[in-house]
C-alpha cells in the first residue's frame, strides 16, 4: 500500500533552487519519493510505501 503527502513548500525568492533541492533532500532521506511537481512549485506530491 502507498501512502502520499502533498507539501506547499514556501521556497522565498533567494536561492529557491537551493531550497528546493534542500526540501527534496530531506524527504528522500525519510523515504518518500517525487511523485509530481506543479510548473509553478506551488505543491509538491511525495510517495513512500506505507509498510516499509
Keep these: ?3 502520499y503527502k502533498v507539501v506547499m513548500p ?4 533567494r ?4 531550497n528546493l533541492e534542500e526540501l527534496l533532500n530531506q524527504h528522500a532521506r525519510e523515504g518518500w ?3 509530481h511537481i506543479n510548473d509553478n512549485w ?3 506530491v ?3 510505501d ?3
Design 10 to 13: 514556501k521556497l522565498g525568492f
Design 33 to 35: 519519493v517525487l511523485k
Design 42 to 44: 506551488y505543491s509538491i
Design 50 to 52: 506505507k509498510n516499509r
Design 46 to 48: 511525495f510517495e513512500r
Design 15 to 18: 536561492n529557491r533552487n537551493k
Design 1 to 3: 500500500m502507498k501512502e
